[in-house]
């Protein structure tokens, strides 16, 4: 799980978490990052599907994938 202090970083630019082993859902309170402009969630085992919140982030580059 992504720790929920994680979304307190309202000027967070990259969110990096690949290959760390994390599970459970992806919280749709990750649409309060605003900054947001690129993600890496690739090599855990995160749960279900990426939260609509996710379109609100209008500065990502491209939309991240859970593979």
């Not at 970083?9 to 690129?38: C, H, K, P, Q, W």
């Not at 995160?46 to 939309?63: A, E, I, Q, W, Y």
Request: aromatic share 6%; glycine share 6%.
């Amino acid at each position: 799980t992504i720790p929920e202090e994680m979304f307190k970083l309202a000027n967070l630019r990259v969110l990096d978490l690949n290959d760390n082993y994390l599970s459970g859902t992806i919280s749709s309170r990750i649409g309060e990052l605003m900054r947001l402009e690129f993600v890496q969630l690739h090599n855990n085992d995160f749960t279900g599907t990426l939260p609509s919140s996710v379109g609100r982030l209008s500065n990502m580059s491209k939309c991240p994938t859970m593979k």
